[in-house]
């Protein structure tokens, strides 16, 4: 809900304290180096001394680095604020889907849970969205102020009513670093999937960095875009409600991968705007039914002792990855059109379902390190 309420309305805040687009550009490169260079050794934190605890703290974190923007005119503390934000997502980020799939100690369980948080996600974020755009009507700096006390009792919560679980009391914390990187090494697994996530790091970017342009390019009125957004944060309602159906296996992860990158695709070729918009809810339903089923099977790889540190350690190679396909494909976009950098966005998404398939060929490893169970369900 904070990050709905939020919105776009921090840097029309920014901009209204009169910071200049090179100033708020800063202040979201600050945030997300700060979270760049912390994400790994967080992970370790949250494996040691539980991944609740370490939610509320990053979730608290957060929502006070969204006060002090919110409250401040200057640029040094918006740049204080964004560094605390920062540290605040680097410690939520290898907490929750982890603590999820301990808790409940079942695969198909955790697929069921997250398509059901996906299905009424639609409806929150547009309830979120919504009040945003009423809270900054009445005072611009309303949203980041309520999406930070937000953030603050989301930790409360938490701490209050989820029980804690982590990876490995007795280990020492370096230790469990050296685990979690040693993991990294080793694991053809966890290489597959990064191979996956380093192509699909082209087809995500083409899709949430310029989908607005592109519809605009093919006729669409800039002030029918944001009823569009909100139509789309719907969307996502259906995703979840089909991923309860799924089996969460390599060749499901790779068919709907295929389906994306297909989508992507279509995009790039079809310049109909009505279709264009189709493809648009179209993807917003693929990707909600790919992430509770790609949650699982990262997961399922990952020892327990070192879940929390291998998923933030992965989230690092993926803000590398990330870095480097937005350059890219503004650079597809620039010397070719938007549309065929779409298409080639796409053709790699396609490509990004291989090393997925490839998964089919390994074992899953229980508590005890030994691997009874196939990832294609066979």
Same mark, same amino acid.
């Given at each position: 809900?904070?990050?709905?309420?939020?919105?776009?309305?921090?840097?029309?805040?920014?901009?209204?304290?009169?910071?200049?687009?090179?100033?708020?550009?800063?202040?979201?490169?600050?945030?997300?180096?700060?979270?760049?260079?912390?994400?790994?050794?967080?992970?370790?934190?949250?494996?040691?001394?539980?991944?609740?605890?370490?939610?509320?703290?990053?979730?608290?974190?957060?929502?006070?680095?969204?006060?002090?923007?919110?409250?401040?005119?200057?640029?040094?503390?918006?740049?204080?604020?964004?560094?605390?934000?920062?540290?605040?997502?680097?410690?939520?980020? *290898?907490?929750?889907?982890?603590?999820?799939?301990?808790?409940? @100690?079942?695969?198909?369980?955790?697929?069921?849970?997250? *398509?059901?948080?996906?299905?009424?996600?639609?409806?929150?974020?547009?309830?979120?969205?919504?009040?945003?755009?009423?809270?900054?009507?009445?005072?611009?700096?309303?949203?980041?102020?309520?999406?930070?006390?937000?953030?603050?009792?989301?930790?409360?919560?938490?701490?209050?009513?989820?029980?804690?679980?982590?990876?490995?009391?007795?280990?020492?914390?370096?230790?469990? &670093?050296?685990?979690?990187?040693?993991?990294?090494?080793? @694991?053809?697994?966890?290489?597959?999937?990064?191979?996956?996530?380093?192509? &699909?790091?082209?087809?995500?970017?083409?899709?949430?960095?310029?989908?607005?342009?592109?519809?605009?390019?093919? *006729?669409?009125?800039?002030?029918?875009?944001?009823?569009?957004?909100?139509?789309?944060? &719907?969307?996502?309602?259906?995703?979840?409600?089909?991923?309860?159906?799924?089996?969460?296996?390599?060749?499901?992860?790779?068919?709907?991968?295929?389906?994306?990158?297909?989508?992507?695709?279509?995009?790039?070729?079809?310049?109909?705007?009505?279709?264009?918009?189709?493809?648009?809810?179209?993807?917003?339903?693929?990707?909600?039914?790919?992430?509770?089923?790609?949650?699982?099977?990262? @997961?399922?790889?990952?020892?327990?002792?070192?879940?929390?540190?291998?998923?933030?350690?992965?989230?690092?190679?993926?803000?590398?990855?990330?870095?480097?396909? @937005?350059?890219?494909? *503004?650079?597809?976009?620039?010397?070719?059109?938007?549309?065929?950098?779409?298409?080639?966005?796409?053709?790699?998404?396609?490509?990004?379902?291989?090393?997925?398939?490839?998964?089919?060929?390994?074992?899953?490893?229980?508590?005890?390190?030994?691997?009874?169970?196939?990832?294609?369900?066979?």
């Amino acid at each position: 809900m904070a990050s709905s309420v939020l919105g776009p309305y921090l840097s029309l805040w920014l901009k209204g304290i009169g910071l200049g687009f090179s100033e708020i550009g800063l202040t979201q490169s600050v945030s997300e180096i700060a979270q760049l260079i912390t994400d790994f050794p967080t992970g370790g934190v949250a494996d040691r001394h539980g991944r609740v605890k370490t939610y509320a703290a990053g979730s608290s974190l957060f929502g006070i680095g969204l006060l002090i923007i919110g409250l401040t005119h200057t640029i040094s503390a918006v740049l204080v604020g964004a560094t605390l934000s920062g540290f605040g997502m680097a410690l939520v980020s *290898g907490t929750l889907v982890p603590w999820l799939y301990d808790a409940l @100690n079942d695969r198909k369980s955790v697929q069921q849970t997250l *398509g059901k948080l996906k299905a009424i996600s639609g409806p929150v974020r547009f309830a979120g969205g919504v009040i945003g755009g009423c809270l900054a009507s009445v005072a611009p700096n309303l949203p980041v102020l309520t999406a930070g006390v937000l953030s603050i009792a989301s930790a409360i919560i938490a701490l209050f009513l989820l029980p804690d679980n982590c990876g490995n009391r007795k280990a020492k914390y370096m230790e469990l &670093l050296r685990r979690g990187l040693r993991e990294i090494r080793k @694991n053809r697994a966890l290489h597959l999937l990064l191979a996956s996530s380093f192509f &699909l790091s082209f087809t995500a970017r083409a899709f949430f960095t310029f989908w607005m342009l592109l519809l605009v390019q093919r *006729g669409l009125p800039r002030e029918y875009l944001g009823v569009l957004f909100a139509l789309l944060l &719907l969307s996502t309602s259906a995703g979840g409600l089909i991923a309860q159906k799924l089996e969460p296996t390599s060749k499901t992860a790779a068919m709907l991968t295929v389906l994306l990158g297909t989508e992507i695709a279509m995009l790039g070729i079809i310049e109909n705007l009505a279709i264009s918009i189709a493809l648009l809810f179209a993807l917003e339903v693929t990707l909600s039914a790919r992430f509770p089923v790609m949650a699982v099977l990262r @997961n399922s790889f990952i020892p327990k002792e070192v879940r929390s540190t291998v998923t933030s350690a992965m989230s690092t190679v993926g803000s590398g990855f990330t870095a480097i396909s @937005n350059v890219m494909v *503004g650079a597809f976009a620039e010397k070719l059109s938007l549309g065929k950098a779409y298409f080639i966005a796409g053709s790699l998404g396609m490509l990004a379902a291989l090393p997925l398939l490839g998964l089919t060929f390994l074992s899953v490893p229980d508590e005890r390190g030994n691997m009874p169970e196939k990832v294609d369900g066979g």
